[in-house]
């Protein structure tokens, strides 16, 4: 049994160095005990899905232009979350305006090979 997301909620990303919050606006007219939930389809970069610090990921261009500049030792290069689609829900149990809402166990694929997760979901009250 999932929780449900909220604004504030913490994600971190397999190939970031530090956790990133997540910020949902009230498009889905759907409010929980801190905030708008989030939904599946708040993935847009920088405005839901904030940077994760470095990037350890060699798919990452700017990864690799550092790692070969400093002649094959991995060298992070600044984190763009480029969200590959939108965030997987395990259990869409609860329906919003453009789709199921976030829970805790819900995951999203970074096109550099990540997989964002949901670290703290931002409330605890609202449980799906």
Do not use: E, R
């Not at 049994?1 to 913490?10: F, Q, S, T, W």
């Not at 708040?42 to 904030?50: I, Q, Y």
């Not at 940077?51 to 030792?73: D, E, H, R, W, Y």
Request: hydrophobic content about 50%.
């Amino acid at each position: 049994m999932g929780i449900a997301v909220c604004n504030g909620a913490l994600s971190m990303c397999s190939f970031g160095v530090a956790p990133s919050p997540l910020t949902f606006l009230p498009t889905s007219m759907v409010m929980g005990s801190a905030g708008p939930m989030g939904t599946c389809a708040d993935c847009v970069p920088f405005l839901n899905v904030k940077p994760f610090g470095v990037c350890m990921s060699l798919a990452n261009p700017i990864t690799a232009a550092q790692t070969a500049a400093a002649l094959g030792v991995l060298t992070p290069g600044a984190c763009i979350p480029v969200p590959a689609g939108m965030w997987i829900p395990m259990k869409p149990v609860v329906m919003a305006k453009p789709g199921p809402i976030l829970t805790s166990d819900s995951m999203l694929m970074c096109a550099y090979g990540g997989m964002i997760k949901i670290t703290l979901p931002g409330q605890f009250t609202v449980m799906v």
